[in-house]
């Protein structure tokens, strides 16, 4: 609510979309891409969370959370409503980018003391969780 988007709903499967099916939008290529839980795994892009408003359908928009494997923060959005894929592109909403990635950097403290390389072993901690909370809901 904070950002005036309050009818936001939460999805983490990708919902009928699955992480083979988002692309680039502009390049249309394949994303190296994951649903995680804990923002671990070999992928480049490790999707932590996805927020949708498919009740303003067909004025739809989707932001997926992630953490790329250099342990940044980067938020995409989708407008997508149709068709088995979903094209994906950095959200143009800064305020959203710089208050996710900073979140990240801010989580550090709270990782597990037998993480031994941050960039790739950053994990979805409660104070990422409740990002989500404050920001979308």
Known sequence: EK?????????IAGGDVGPD??????ENSKM???YTDTGQGN???RI???YSNWD??????????AITDTGEGIVFHSPTTNGGKMYLKPTDNKELQEDFASLLDDSEAVLPEHATNVATDKRATPAVR???IIFLL
């Open 130 to 132: 409740s990002f989500f």
């Open 56 to 65: 303003k359908y067909p004025d739809v928009h989707s932001y997926f959370f």
């Open 3 to 11: 950002m005036g988007q309050p009818n936001y709903q939460k999805g």
């Open 32 to 34: 190296d891409a994951i």
């Open 21 to 26: 099916n988002l692309y680039t939008l502009g």
């Open 43 to 45: 992928a480049k892009y």
């Open 48 to 50: 932590v969370e996805r």
